[in-house]
């Protein structure tokens, strides 16, 4: 997901493993999501660290992290992937 200013400008990406969470809160409540420049790092950091952003919102009523890629592995699981 990119983040982008009014004038369409990208200033971040957002980490793949709160893409879910952050689409359904955007679906459910767009206007109590707010995005902004928590800090600006300095050369000689690489350009796609360099603008940290932080997003807030309002998360009455929503659980974050229970969808299934957030669950816990199963045993039997993990006994097949140290056979295999």
Known sequence: ???CTENDWIVSYC???LLDDIFKIISQHPA???VEV???NQ???PLKFRLLCKMTADWRGFR???G???QPVSSDVL???AIG
């Open 68 to 70: 299934p890629m957030y």
């Open 38 to 40: 928590d800090r600006l």
């Open 32 to 34: 109590l999501v707010r």
């Open 79 to 81: 006994a097949a992937s």
């Open 1 to 3: 997901m990119l983040l």
């Open 15 to 17: 980490q793949r493993y």
């Open 43 to 45: 050369p000689p950091t």
């Open 64 to 66: 974050p992290f229970q």
